[in-house]
């Protein structure tokens, strides 16, 4: 008798065709949700209010630490209560329809939600406290953010050398700044290490090593611990 | 490729677009989640975010008052870390101290005032509101003081020191009852009564570990358990380091407790025979000259039933042993004697600590250096005079019973759990028409509740303690909330305060840290008006800063002597014990391993923490020692009944070298039948076996005179511990050699020198 599996490698074949079309749009569905949710207009989210870091610490020249003022010395540059809004938006531009929001929170008592930008994964530990005492600007990591009327973590349409501190505190422009700029597109690994594999610590502050060879902070434990 | 048709075509469309889908769902939820950074609306001056505060205040987990250094950040506590500056504690911690985090954060906490609205014990508790709850509470006390029968009302604390004692006695005069009673399971009762009958003192004297050269603690488990183990396991560790003064300690108990581990020398004598051990000895230093006092005669008297000969018999302890004891502890000096509750809490327990106070007295140890030294009168209250012992808890649940008390106010307080079965404390609970408690948590007395007004936790409110058994000068801690309390909770003062005026009797303060504040001042007042600080806010926001507060003052001149009618009433009887010793063979040791009276049991740091000696987590056992596990046939995780005259609870088989034949020992703390998800239903509780069998000196339970048999069951359960084989069954992994030994050998091993 000549039996046939033909038939049945038929229905087999209909289901490995679904099951393959059905792997295909998982990774299609993931890359749509990718170039949806990670241009840089949506990466930089709509915040409570629309508040101008250009106008601050660009038009106005305000130094970023006199709002963050916990950079220096703590781990988290912190954010200002609303009651340092006020105090100088007691006085300025008080009737500006966005100011009238800021007030509204201070005569609420209630917190400004900010939606946070730029995040770490919990198992890189990070301080600003080091980094800001040591000389690094913070547009070394956060980009020119005094030309930002929106904040973005992602600096691809920034076209501006990413900026180092001297140690006398001014700021210059690093030579570093291709390579920074591209690690800075991701906020990953490679960020930090450009930037701990070119430079060394001296009396507290960051300077650049004159000829490769170095490894201070190159260990994990600097940031995973 | 197979023809597709029609329907084929809708599978495929179907199957893409769902993968699709999931593709998209994949990436959102492994995607970093929208997080907010919210400000303060006005910033605190003491805060930094990502930057630490550190608040200094006090444990409440025992009543050793260490001093605490808690850590927050963001508002919330992070750490405890002891106090360096606290002379308690000097920076050290207990685990259970530790842990002390898991009492805010437990997921078992109540987070509002309930109301039992089906029947007693049940868990129909809802919620409702403060308003709701203190009024149905203030307007039953109100019917009753108004009526003059404030009496009806009793109140049951745990053993609560400082101001806070004042204002729950200020409460209890303004309700008109003097049912007040503070109650801890381990409140060392036999301890104050021998130190009053022999040295005339109403508080504890300071136990010089620190600077002793020869210990000998009976049944005193002070590294682990005994009044402050923090800060004796500092003492031990000054004693014992280095050098040819090196401190010699001697550990007198059946069972071999941590501190047994840490001594010198274990003297495993029968169980309540510590007082006629002690009683030998000192028969032994008087008789062979070491004591010269112008009373020898009288303790001459007294003692001379207690010859060496007779002491061996009766503690099975050799006469070699006890004379060189004897000679080892009168020759150095200083030396201390020191009796816990493996002494204390038996039969005879207050006659065998007046002989342990004799035994330091005839050995020149009192008011020395390294020995007893008085404390001086703590600065504030102390919980002790209102220290309930169990004859004060059994007269209580016979005015339950007998329809004589209308209300019970619980305040963290659980002797439906200590309590022996026998004393039927619980269904004498039940008999009273209304029941609230202040506790955080449901354990098996709030179980019973109609009310509870949940109260902060110590991390969240006012509160200071004098630690009683002291450090040998004034010292007193405040303890201050380090956060913003978590849940919708009162401060106990504050819950009291509030039914005072509820029922017209306020009291003259408006709050607890006003009490607290108020107490402080009084304090300060009274200091030395040269060296004290300008004002009392520089004081108190210094007191604060430090977080603890002393003076020096310390009594060292005072050197009580004890009278001749004190003398001649010394004499320790054999110690009885309840139940046939035929039929009930063995003697049931109930220790404390980490679990304190058991109110550390809903702390999993505290379950998962093995235990010292034998590395058990999360459980009960039964140690036995390894002949009677041969004689009855028993091996580790046989699952027996423990069977006394009252009654029986079940647990696996320990053997444990370290234990006289005649006695088996379990660990105080697990056998929960509430009191949350980690304690609850796991182990049993060797406390309710145990015989009401009081010492009338004390008017406390004698725990440890309880005689029990096993009963295998036939069972077999696995027992979990972190350690495997406790002895190396002549593998001869460990290597060891005596110390003369090593020298020897150290001297021998020819030494090649390396030509320069
Ligand atoms: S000994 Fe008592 S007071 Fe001290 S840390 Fe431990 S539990 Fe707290």
């Given at each position: 008798?000549n039996?046939s599996?033909?038939?049945?490698?038929?229905?087999?074949?209909?289901?490995?065709?679904?099951a393959?079309?059905?792997v295909?749009g998982?990774?299609v569905?993931?890359f749509i949700?990718?170039?949806i949710t990670d241009?840089?207009e949506?990466?930089?989210?709509?915040?409570p209010?629309?508040?101008?870091?250009?106008?601050?610490?660009?038009?106005?020249e305000?130094?970023?630490?006199?709002c963050h003022t916990e950079?220096?010395?703590?781990p988290?540059?912190?954010?200002?209560?609303v009651n340092?809004c006020?105090g100088?938006?007691?006085?300025v531009?008080?009737e500006?329809?966005?100011?009238?929001q800021?007030?509204?929170?201070?005569?609420?008592?209630?917190?400004?939600p900010?939606?946070?930008?730029?995040?770490?994964?919990d198992?890189?530990?990070?301080t600003?406290?080091?980094?800001?005492?040591a000389g690094?600007?913070?547009?070394?990591?956060?980009?020119?953010?005094?030309?930002m009327?929106k904040?973005s973590?992602h600096?691809?349409?920034?076209?501006?050398?990413t900026?180092?501190?001297?140690?006398?505190?001014e700021?210059?422009?690093?030579?570093t700044?291709?390579?920074a700029a591209?690690?800075?597109?991701h906020?990953?690994?490679?960020?930090?290490?450009?930037?701990?594999?070119q430079h060394?610590?001296?009396?507290?502050?960051?300077?650049?090593?004159?000829?490769?060879?170095?490894?201070?902070g190159?260990?994990?434990?600097?940031?995973?611990? | 490729?197979p023809?597709?048709d029609?329907?084929?075509f809708?599978?495929?469309?179907g199957?893409g677009?769902?993968?699709?889908?999931?593709?998209?769902?994949?990436?959102e939820?492994?995607?970093?989640?929208?997080?907010?950074?919210?400000?303060?609306v006005?910033?605190p001056?003491?805060?930094?975010?990502?930057?630490?505060?550190?608040?200094?205040?006090?444990?409440?987990m025992c009543?050793a008052?260490?001093?605490?250094?808690?850590?927050?950040?963001?508002g919330?506590?992070k750490?405890?870390e002891?106090n360096?500056?606290?002379?308690?504690?000097?920076?050290?911690?207990?685990?259970?101290?530790?842990?002390?985090?898991?009492?805010l954060?437990?997921p078992?906490?109540?987070?509002?005032?309930l109301?039992?609205s089906?029947?007693?014990?049940?868990?129909?508790f809802t919620?409702?509101?403060w308003?709701?709850?203190?009024?149905r509470?203030?307007?039953?006390?109100?019917?009753?003081?108004?009526a003059?029968?404030?009496?009806?009302?009793a109140?049951?604390?745990r053993?609560?020191?400082?101001?806070?004692?004042?204002?729950?006695?200020?409460f209890?005069?303004?309700v008109?009852?003097?049912q007040?009673?503070?109650?801890d399971?381990d409140?060392p009762h036999?301890?104050?009564a021998?130190n009053e009958?022999?040295?005339?003192?109403?508080?504890l004297p300071?136990?010089?570990?620190?600077?002793t050269r020869h210990?000998?603690s009976?049944?005193?488990?002070?590294?682990a358990?005994?009044?402050?183990p923090?800060?004796?396991?500092l003492g031990f560790?000054?004693?014992?380091?280095?050098?040819?003064?090196?401190?010699?300690?001697?550990?007198?108990?059946?069972?071999?407790?941590?501190?047994?581990?840490?001594?010198d020398e274990?003297?495993?004598?029968?169980?309540?025979?510590?007082?006629?051990?002690a009683l030998g000895?000192?028969?032994h230093?008087?008789?062979?000259?070491?004591?010269e006092?112008?009373?020898?005669?009288e303790?001459?008297?007294?003692?001379s039933?207690?010859?060496?000969e007779?002491?061996?018999?009766?503690t099975d302890?050799?006469e070699?042993?006890?004379r060189?004891l004897?000679?080892?502890?009168a020759?150095?000096s200083?030396?201390l004697?020191?009796?816990?509750?493996?002494?204390g809490?038996?039969s005879?327990g207050?006659?065998?600590l007046?002989a342990?106070?004799?035994?330091n007295y005839?050995?020149?140890?009192v008011?020395?250096?390294?020995?007893?030294?008085?404390?001086?009168?703590?600065?504030?209250?102390?919980?002790?005079?209102?220290?309930a012992?169990?004859?004060?808890?059994a007269?209580?649940?016979?005015?339950a019973?007998?329809?004589?008390?209308?209300?019970l106010?619980?305040?963290?307080?659980?002797?439906?759990?200590?309590?022996?079965?026998?004393?039927?404390?619980?269904?004498?609970?039940?008999?009273?028409p209304?029941?609230?408690?202040?506790?955080?948590?449901?354990?098996?007395?709030?179980?019973?509740a109609?009310v509870?007004?949940?109260?902060?936790?110590?991390?969240?409110?006012?509160?200071?303690?004098f630690?009683?058994?002291?450090?040998?000068?004034?010292?007193?801690a405040v303890?201050?909330?380090?956060?913003?309390p978590?849940y919708?909770?009162?401060?106990?003062?504050?819950i009291?305060?509030?039914?005072?005026?509820?029922?017209?009797?306020?009291?003259r303060?408006?709050?607890?840290e006003?009490?607290?504040?108020?107490?402080?001042?009084?304090i300060?007042?009274?200091?030395?008006?040269?060296?004290?600080?300008?004002s009392?806010?520089?004081f108190?926001?210094a007191?604060?800063?430090?977080?603890?507060?002393?003076?020096?003052?310390?009594?060292?001149?005072?050197?009580?002597?004890?009278?001749a009618?004190?003398i001649?009433?010394?004499?320790?009887?054999?110690?009885?014990?309840?139940?046939?010793?035929?039929l009930y063979?063995?003697?049931?040791?109930?220790?404390?391993?980490?679990?304190?009276?058991g109110?550390?049991?809903n702390?999993?740091?505290?379950q998962e923490?093995?235990?010292a000696m034998t590395?058990?987590v999360y459980g009960s056992?039964?140690?036995?020692?390894?002949?009677?596990?041969?004689?009855?046939?028993?091996?580790?995780?046989?699952?027996?009944?423990?069977?006394?005259v009252?009654g029986?609870v079940?647990?696996?088989?320990?053997?444990?070298?370290?234990?006289?034949?005649?006695?088996?020992?379990?660990p105080?703390?697990?056998?929960?039948?509430n009191?949350?998800?980690?304690?609850?239903?796991?182990?049993a509780?060797?406390?309710?076996i145990?015989?009401?069998l009081?010492?009338?000196?004390?008017?406390?339970?004698a725990?440890?005179?309880?005689?029990?048999?096993?009963?295998?069951?036939?069972?077999?359960?696995?027992?979990?511990?972190?350690?495997?084989?406790s002895?190396?069954?002549?593998?001869?992994?460990v290597?060891?050699?005596?110390?003369?030994?090593?020298?020897?050998?150290?001297?021998?091993?020819?030494?090649?020198?390396?030509?320069?």
């Open positions: 008798m039996v599996i033909q038939p049945a490698l038929k229905s087999l074949q209909t289901a490995a065709l679904i393959v079309v059905a295909v998982i990774f569905g993931y949700d990718f170039l241009n840089p949506v990466s930089a989210p709509e915040q209010i629309a508040f101008s870091h250009k106008i601050h610490a660009g038009d106005n305000i130094p970023c630490q006199y950079a220096r010395r703590s988290s540059a912190g954010v200002p209560s340092k006020m100088c938006h007691n006085e531009a008080t500006s329809p966005l100011i009238r800021v007030s509204e929170y201070w005569e609420n008592k209630e917190p400004i900010w939606v946070k930008v730029h995040d770490l994964p198992f890189v530990h990070f600003h406290k080091r980094h800001v005492q690094i600007a913070c547009q070394t990591c956060h980009g020119p953010v005094e030309t009327d904040i973590v600096s691809r349409n920034n076209d501006g050398p900026l180092l501190a001297s140690t006398t505190g700021i210059m422009n690093s030579e700044s291709a390579v591209t690690q800075n597109d906020w990953e690994m490679g960020l930090c290490l450009n930037c701990h594999k060394d610590v001296v009396d507290g502050k960051a300077v650049r090593v004159d000829d490769g060879g170095f490894d201070n190159l260990d994990c434990w600097t940031c995973h611990k | 490729m023809n597709i029609r329907r084929d809708i599978k495929l469309v199957a677009g769902v993968g699709v889908g999931a593709g998209v769902v994949l990436r939820s492994i995607k970093h989640p929208k997080e907010h950074l919210i400000p303060h006005l910033a001056e003491d805060y930094s975010s990502g930057v630490a505060t550190w608040y200094n205040s006090v444990c409440s009543s008052g260490c001093g605490i250094s808690v850590r927050t950040r963001e919330r506590a750490k405890i002891g360096p500056s606290h002379a308690v504690n000097q920076g050290g911690l207990c685990a259970v101290g530790q842990a002390g985090l898991q009492v954060y437990n078992d906490r109540l987070t509002g005032p109301l039992q089906a029947n007693r014990g049940s868990d129909g919620q409702i509101t308003e709701d709850g203190l009024t509470v203030a307007s039953r006390l109100d019917v009753l003081r108004a003059g029968r404030g009496n009806r009302i109140l049951l604390t053993g609560v020191g400082g101001h806070l004692a004042e204002l729950l006695e200020s209890a005069e303004g008109g009852t003097d007040l009673h503070h109650y399971y409140h036999a301890l104050y021998a009958r022999f040295f005339g003192k109403q508080h300071y136990y010089d570990l620190s600077n210990l000998l009976f049944g005193a488990d002070y590294l358990g005994w009044l402050s923090v800060h004796h396991s560790a000054n004693s014992r380091h280095g050098g040819d003064n090196r401190g010699y300690f001697v550990q007198i108990e059946p069972r071999m407790s941590p501190s047994g581990a840490a001594a274990w003297v495993p004598a029968k169980p309540g025979t510590e007082g006629i051990l000895l000192a028969h230093i008087v008789a062979s000259g070491h004591y006092g112008e009373d020898i005669n303790w001459k008297d007294v003692l039933a207690y010859t060496l007779k002491v061996a018999e009766e302890v050799s070699s042993v006890l060189r004897a000679e080892s502890f020759n150095a200083p030396s004697a020191i009796g816990g509750d493996g002494a809490n038996n005879n207050v006659d065998t007046v342990i106070n004799a035994l005839l050995a020149g140890n008011g020395e250096v390294g020995g007893v030294i008085f404390n001086p009168d703590p600065a504030g209250a102390t919980s002790h005079s209102r220290q012992n169990y004859q004060t808890l007269q209580l649940a016979e005015s019973r007998a329809g004589e008390i209308d209300v106010i619980l305040n963290d307080v659980n002797p439906v759990f200590t309590m022996p079965l026998a004393s039927e404390f619980k269904a004498a609970l039940a008999q009273i209304f029941i609230v408690s202040l506790s955080s948590f449901i354990d098996e007395t709030s179980a019973l109609d509870i007004l949940p109260s902060h936790t110590y991390l969240e409110s006012w509160g200071d303690a630690p009683e058994q002291g450090v040998g000068f004034s010292i007193g303890s201050q909330p380090v956060i913003a978590l919708n909770t009162k401060a106990t003062g504050d009291v305060l509030d039914l005072a005026r509820r029922i017209g009797k306020p009291m303060w408006d709050s607890t006003d009490c607290i504040k108020d107490g402080w001042n009084k300060y007042q009274e200091s030395d008006s040269n060296t004290r600080t300008e009392f806010e520089s108190w926001t007191l604060l800063k430090a977080g603890v507060w002393g003076k020096k003052n310390h009594l060292k001149t005072d050197t009580s002597r004890p009278n009618n004190t001649a009433s010394i004499g320790v009887d054999a110690p009885t014990f309840s139940g046939d010793a035929e063979p063995f003697v049931l040791q109930p220790y404390r391993s980490g679990m304190h009276d109110r550390a049991a702390l999993p740091w505290i923490l093995p235990d590395s058990v056992w039964v140690e036995i020692n390894p002949k009677t596990a041969k004689d009855l046939g028993l091996t580790e995780g046989d699952l027996v009944d423990i069977e006394s009252e029986a079940r647990a696996p088989i320990l053997v444990y070298p370290a234990i006289r034949p005649d006695v088996i020992a379990m105080i703390g697990q056998g929960h039948t009191y949350g998800r980690y304690a609850s239903n796991r182990g509780n060797p406390l309710e145990l015989s009401p009081v010492d009338d000196n004390s008017g406390n339970v725990s440890n005179a309880t005689r029990v048999k096993i009963v295998a069951t036939g069972k077999h359960v696995e027992i979990v511990k972190t350690g495997g084989k002895r190396d069954l002549g593998r001869d992994i290597q060891t050699t005596g110390g003369d030994d090593h020298t020897a050998q150290t001297n021998s091993i020819p030494i090649t020198v390396i030509p320069t």
